[in-house]
């Protein structure tokens, strides 16, 4: 493989392939170099507090953290509990299943919003139980529930988000160069 572009053949947003030693000298899902993504935009402009939780890692916890919710609240015997389960589940799979990053089916959600999601969901799984009322008579999924959600804030707070294409929403990608001549 050519590692250098011919600029004759390119187009101008073609993408320059990286050379291989580059490439195959940082695989996995701990990778922190410049091929595992677009760094995202600081949240309020001080989060994350440090970036120590790699992206694939993070993703990883987010299908995790939805799936045990949703089973959760499947197993639960109390009607509340299985709604919210299910809701709060399936809406954080669906969102990871859409975010621009590499364990994703589809990158249509900005990694910046994703990590507000990510707050605000762990948020709604710490209260969902004491807001629908399911705490005492669910006490299995009121404490599988709290764990999940604060250990989503704390992995959000702590994780180094990173964007597969740089997907923001109303202004094309931040890789595009804008106008040209202008």
Request: glycine letters at 10%.
């Given at each position: 493989?050519?590692?250098?572009?011919?600029?004759?053949?390119?187009?101008?947003?073609?993408?320059?392939?990286?050379?291989?030693?580059?490439?195959e000298?940082?695989?996995?899902?701990?990778?922190?170099?410049?091929?595992a993504?677009?760094?995202?935009?600081?949240?309020?402009?001080?989060?994350?507090?440090?970036?120590?939780?790699?992206?694939?890692?993070h993703?990883l916890?987010?299908?995790?953290?939805?799936?045990?919710?949703?089973?959760?609240?499947?197993?639960?015997?109390?009607?509340?509990?299985?709604?919210?389960?299910?809701?709060?589940g399936?809406?954080?799979?669906?969102?990871?299943?859409?975010?621009?990053?590499?364990?994703?089916?589809?990158?249509?959600?900005?990694i910046?919003?994703?990590?507000?999601?990510?707050?605000?969901?762990?948020?709604?799984?710490?209260?969902?139980?004491?807001?629908?009322?399911?705490?005492?008579r669910?006490?299995?999924?009121?404490?599988v529930?709290?764990?999940?959600?604060?250990?989503?804030?704390?992995a959000?707070?702590?994780?180094?988000?990173?964007?597969?294409?740089?997907?923001?929403?109303?202004?094309?990608?931040?890789?595009?160069?804008?106008?040209v001549?202008?």
């Amino acid at each position: 493989m050519e590692t250098t572009p011919n600029p004759e053949t390119m187009t101008p947003r073609q993408p320059v392939p990286v050379p291989t030693p580059v490439r195959e000298s940082r695989k996995g899902i701990f990778d922190r170099s410049a091929a595992a993504g677009i760094p995202a935009q600081p949240l309020l402009g001080r989060l994350p507090l440090r970036r120590l939780v790699p992206q694939d890692v993070h993703s990883l916890l987010d299908y995790q953290g939805a799936l045990t919710v949703a089973g959760v609240g499947l197993l639960s015997g109390s009607n509340a509990a299985r709604t919210a389960g299910l809701a709060l589940g399936g809406m954080n799979l669906v969102t990871s299943l859409l975010t621009d990053y590499r364990l994703s089916v589809k990158k249509v959600v900005p990694i910046e919003v994703h990590e507000v999601i990510d707050h605000v969901w762990g948020l709604s799984v710490i209260a969902a139980p004491f807001v629908f009322g399911y705490s005492r008579r669910s006490r299995l999924a009121t404490v599988v529930q709290v764990l999940v959600g604060a250990s989503t804030i704390l992995a959000s707070l702590y994780t180094d988000y990173r964007a597969q294409r740089g997907v923001q929403w109303g202004q094309g990608l931040r890789t595009d160069l804008g106008p040209v001549g202008g």
